[in-house]
């Protein structure tokens, strides 16, 4: 009976090894998977039961910590700025998961990324409790509060950027709202600060800086006389056709300069002046001469139609396609079909003050664990060029003309060149909204701006960029070169 | 130790003198104890920060048990294999570790419990080893067996006694203690099955026709086969239990091919294993929530079925997926989110907790424990031996599987529990007692022959083999 016996051995050998490859397959090979499941609470429990990495300005401020709690979560997670620094973070919600910064970078707050492997076993030999990763922004405190404060309490969005790096040194949306309230262990509570938020006027939760887009109005005519001056047919000094009213192709309704009137004299104007003073029917005609494919190409150039992620999600923006010759016309103005992100205009104007190379926005200076050491310290990447390096040259001194002479003069700071463009975006019924994007230096950019005040803010339809929110550039751009002073050239 | 007097069998190579081993089961015990005293210790240190105060007790509980067995195998069974108290003392102790992790986080007293049941378990063996001086007297039992096999497993149906816990009627309850006679009534009905093959197999070797090359049975020695069958299925149909129908009906056939060394009943008892399962596929729809939830577990609908879904068995796989290779170290992880992680589910908490590294581990614990009972059984010279240490290694191999496949989605789940790491008194008590039956086979497979080697004499050709091609010497 040994035979049998021996085959039975072999026969159990092989019911073993089955059961270990269905262990290896279900700890090992499929285990990630698992792990995501979201019906698998452990992942979550695991993770708020680590402490989570904090999130700190580019200043050391911390925006972001986990606090040791007794309850069953560990942690508490808590902005103490909340409200500030809630389009940058996002919330950790136990209820609804992560937004904002806390999502993109969830991996390494978390600790569960892999670069923090050694780390781990580390801490297993150690008894250490394990912990997440440090993410360090590339917010600057002092530029963050300029935004909040010229806002106001304005519905809005301001965006600043390091024109040459791309880093990000504001990133505010208003009305802001405040992160605690969604992080409360108790579930009650953070459904109730939800639903309260996601019916809020203004609609708080979603980052007019990223998420939202609007018509950018003149700000746009950056991008048409970007296309102009590259066609090569255009430079700053070219004439053409301003009258006050354009019969447009196939409608009945004209299109209007704000004030009324013809640019310039014997209704022409040069490139350079229709931009002083963002003048609407010389855009239009250079947009419908131009064509769409150019006009689009150049917007792309730009960034537009990529949606990005910074490492928080920044929503495409928009130039349309199929246009007849009217539609061509609004568009060429940032009006009609054109949207942009907040995001997306002060990358225009970075794009310009970086001598024609847009830099990819990027809100995460380092990431280090708790010993310090760095694990992440993303490079600056391009997006890439949208003009030449002359283009640029030209289309900065416009701009410095816009805010000298223009339509832009509220931006001007005492002993600093400013590059700006103002946009009045009509928008149906209601009131317009105010933009303004610029950049200063003039001949050594620190800093791109993009300013967004949605229906005017308080000044409603007597709104312009101009008068609102070329103001807030001003005071934005003026923090953001004081916080520079010296860091960069 | 050694009994160097005697002189080897003059038919069987032996390079070196045979040796008893019972220091290497003593060091190895100890070991068992430390690893076992480290793990519980270890929930203390995750939980509280600190050593807990009870570990010294546990420890020294754990390890006076053990000890007496040691001594009585020294004194009654002193060549018995030394693995065997070894890895079933370590599986003990791991398994009351992780029951008291369980305890820590549900704040739960099944550790107490399962610490009495090892005692009892413990000592059941031990007693046997003293009380039963030769395995072969249990073939004088065949029939008793019989009878008493088949009471056991009709004895939950017994109005008054059985009681039905969650659906299977497996449990009987007497005053303020529950059993499961099932697992009593496997060892009953291996020795039932040993000792009436034995005396059937050369009948139930004879040939019949011939079909598709394949050498078939008599029809008319179908009888205990069919018999086999239809007690499964009754235990199936009456008290629903999976496991256990299939359990016995596969542990009935491995033992008839054993005896016979005919495929051909392996053949006939896989069809009718695939007959009973369609059969009970399609007439019970419990069985059919089992197959739909090992199929299908995470389909949303499934999922959230209760009962009969498969909320337990993805929890159970979450679980070993966050253990991923090292796992999260005793006491760190959330094994109780899954429903009974003591018993049916304490692999997921193992997984979890010990990583795949440790569920590794414990399988090849398993695996040594069988491969060491079925190495007894090919060693052992009487062919009730050979059949009784096969069948119950077998049978533990057989209740691994389907367990642990069920817990890793290999196959459909099943109520058993995993023997020794399991909490469960039935289950602990039977498993020891075979422990102590492995010993005692083993004891005499290995004590080397007397100078007239009666009982060695009238050796099988293929045993004499078997002595020649040993890779591992006792």
Known sequence: MNAPLRRLAVVVTAMFTALMLAGTWVQFVDAGRLRDDPRNTRTLYEELGRQRGAITTADGTVIAQSDPVDDQYRFQRVYPDGPLYAAVTGTYSVTSGPTGLEAAEDEYLSGSSDRLFFRKVSDLVTGQEPGGAVVETTIRDAVQQAAQEGLDGQRGAVVALDPTTGDVLAMYSSPDWDPNLLASHT???AAAAAAELEGAEGDPLVSKATSQRYPPGSTFKLVTAAAALESGDYTPESLIDSPAVLDLPQTTAGLRNDDGQACGSNGQTTLADALRVSCNTAFANLGMALGQDELGAQAEAFGFGEALDVPVRVARSQFPTGLDQAALARSAIGQGDVTATPMQMAMVAAGIANGGVVMQPNLVST????????LEAPRPTEVGRAVSRQTAAALTAMMEGVVESGTGRAAQIDGVAVAGKTGTAQNGQSAPHAWFTAFAPADAP??????????????????SGGRVAAPIAKSVMQAALAATEGSAG | MSGSA??????????????SRRWLELGLSAVAVGVAMMAYGLVGVATDGSWPAGILGYGAGLGALVLVLHVAARWRAPWADPLLVPVATLLNGLGLALIHRLDVARDGSFAERQLVWSAIGILAATAIVVVLRDHRVLRRYTFTAMVVGLVLLVLPL???????????????RVGPVGFQPGELAKIVLTVFFAGYLVTARDTLSLVGPKVLGLQLPRPRDLGPLVVAWLASLGVLVLERDLGTSLLFFGLFVAML????????????????????????????SHVQARVTAWLDPFDAEVYAQSPGGSFQLVQGLFGFANGGLLGTGIGQGRPQTVPYAESDFILATLGEEMGLTGLLAVLLLYLVLVERGLRTGTAVRDGFGKLLAGGLAFAIALQCFVVAGGVLRVIPLTGLTMPFLAYGGSSLVANWMIVALL??????????????PAEASPVLPSEQDASATQVVRL
């Not at chain 2, 005697?6 to 040796?19: D, G, M, Y």
């Not at chain 2, 005896?259 to 896989?270: D, E, F, K, M, Y």
């Open chain 2, 158 to 172: 017994v109005p008054f006694l059985g009681v039905n816990i969650n659906g299977a009627q497996i449990w009987i």
């Open chain 1, 367 to 374: 990431v280090r664990g708790r010993d310090l050491q760095v």
């Open chain 2, 439 to 452: 010993l005692r086979i083993s004891d005499a497979a290995r004590r080397p022959s007397p100078e007239t």
């Open chain 2, 6 to 19: 005697a002189a080897p069998p003059a038919h069987v190579e032996v390079p070196r003198p045979p040796r």
């Open chain 1, 187 to 189: 579930r009650s509570e």
């Open chain 1, 446 to 463: 620190r800093v791109a701006v993009a300013v967004f005040v949605e229906n005017g803010g308080r000044a409603g339809d007597e709104a």
């Open chain 2, 257 to 284: 091919y054993v005896a016979t060394q005919r495929v051909s009943w392996i053949a006939i008892g896989l069809s009718l294993f695939v007959g009973g399962a369609v059969l009970a596929w399609s007439m019970f």
